[in-house]
């Protein structure tokens, strides 16, 4: 799958990204964003991409032909159309810039429009107020919380209202056509 949108591609990730990304995963400043905080092997890292099936999709995030982070949807019901978001950024150069609000905008455009989902999720670590803030501005409400997780969802109706307010800064950025390519069996998965 490619999604290009809003300045940015975001391409499934592929055996060959698995060190970049265990690499990026295992920075201290985004282990300690993860609920699973122990150092990834390489192994394991293996051993995890081996299990993905078609309830999970995982894109790596692109700017300007660079490799930045990694969005993903996981726990996916294809029949009803929800599953759960999620996004980190390996580049630090790149954590507070545009490019992870391009990214989620992309990934919630496709899935909400294009790919048709009714209903997405969140699970945010309770002390990640940035994470949560800026979950909720997308338009997620909080469903619950406990001790370390905030979980959060949010319907298509939800996400079209709060996405206006940010459409004229992202069209500037790129106001290009969003565009999507997808193998034969991806395309089979949307017509469950």
């Known amino acids: ?38 150092e990834v092997s390489e192994e394991m890292q293996q051993k995890w991409f081996n299990s993905l099936d078609d309830t999970s999709v995982y894109l790596i995030i692109q700017k300007d032909g ?45 899935f909400f429009f294009e790919f048709n989902f009714t209903k997405l999720r969140a699970t945010v670590r309770q002390d990640n107020a940035d994470g949560i803030d800026f979950n909720l501005q997308l338009g997620y409400r909080v469903e619950s919380k406990d001790n370390e997780r905030v979980h959060l969802y949010i319907f298509k109706n939800l996400y079209e209202s709060a996405r206006t307010k940010f459409l004229p800064v992202l069209n500037k950025m790129a ?7 997808m193998s034969g069996d991806e395309k089979n998965l949307l017509v469950q």
Request: charge should be negative; charged fraction near 25%.
């Open 175 to 181: 106001p290009s056509k969003p565009k999507i390519e």
């Open 66 to 110: 660079e490799k930045i982070g990694v969005i993903n949807l996981k726990q996916i019901n294809w029949r009803t159309r929800v599953g759960e978001a999620g996004i980190f950024i390996g580049d630090s150069a790149y954590r507070n810039s545009a490019a992870p609000i391009q990214a989620v905008f992309a990934m919630m455009d496709a």
């Open 1 to 38: 799958m490619k999604i290009s949108n809003y300045g940015l591609e975001l391409i499934s990730m592929t055996e060959s990204d698995l060190e970049m990304v265990r690499n990026w995963r295992n920075q201290p400043d985004v282990a300690e964003q993860m609920f699973f905080q122990e």
